[in-house]
């Protein structure tokens, strides 16, 4: 009786440490991959739209920078609408603000034509996803 009841379980242990790790990859390790994407994403076009200002005002390239960084502002807030409660744990846990990042993001987008208010936006954005200062 001992060897057939080891015997199941060594038929069905590889299934259930299988499912316990694709519940580990897909609701721990994508969702942080996402954010961890998401924040460089930022951290690139904070950095690339620094030297779009008010004299760029009514060009192309100024509304170009303007769609990207109310997208990027789109995407983290609907991060944080969609995360379970233990992603959001996650995030706390990273010490990660994605509502403040989110909205601050779309601040930036509609404050790119006013140096001293795109300061405050960025300062808030980094602070929310503990970003480096760009040097």
Known sequence: MLSALSLLWSAIWPFVFGALGWFAANFVAK???DFLTLRSQVQEEIIYTDNVGHMMLDTPSFDKA???LR???AKMLAMDASAWS??????????CDLP????NLIGLSNALADYDGRAVHIDRVR?????PRAS
């Open 31 to 33: 969702p942080l991959l």
């Open 66 to 68: 303007m769609d990207s």
């Open 71 to 73: 997208r990027l502002g």
């Open 86 to 95: 233990c992603q959001r744990s996650l995030f706390s846990k990273q010490k």
């Open 100 to 103: 403040t990042a989110g909205k």
């Open 127 to 131: 602070r929310a996803l503990k970003l």
